[in-house]
């Protein structure tokens, strides 16, 4: 069975960049799951919340992120999955990580998070404070969930990408 290393964490927290930048290094296949959520539905995200609602969001978001484990479980190669930051919050995929070793939570500042993730991309990332409330219902959630969490203040991708392979060595021997 192939490796999956899956990266977990609020919107902004550099998911997307850092998973690319990993999947590099280590000569894996990367995916990231919001662009197959929207190529799922045929439509952005933010029309897919327009249209379907957050549910429907949520309900293509699951059936995309547990097909995708289930055929990176399967690959020749390792896979460095990236979750969209809401994936955690439903059940069947929560349970699905719960049996992941290598689930990594990007530890984001929150304030560099929402200055990232805002701007009209992202339904749920408009308000403020609606974004910092969000994140504190979430926070119980990425943290018993995630084996590895890397604080990635003021680190570049790069740095976060080095660090994760090298917390995941110490530990484990692997990578
Ligand atoms: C969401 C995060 C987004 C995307 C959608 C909902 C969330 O992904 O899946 O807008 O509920 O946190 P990113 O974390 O990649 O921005």
Known sequence: MAER??????????KTAVGKRLAGKLGWDF???????????????HEIFEIHGESGFRKAEEAVVLGLLEEASRAQTGTVVSLGGGAVTIPAVYERLTRE???VLLDEDINMAFKRARGGKRPLADDRDKFQALYSERESLYRSLSKYIVD????????????????????????
């Open 101 to 103: 070793p290598l689930v």
């Open 152 to 175: 990635t203040r003021g680190l570049k991708v790069e740095q976060v990408a080095d660090r994760i392979i090298r917390l995941i060595h110490e530990r484990t021997g692997i990578l």
């Open 31 to 45: 995916f990231d799951a919001d662009p197959l959520v929207e190529q799922h539905l045929g439509m952005p995200i």
């Open 5 to 14: 290393l899956i990266l977990t964490g609020f919107m902004g927290s550099g």
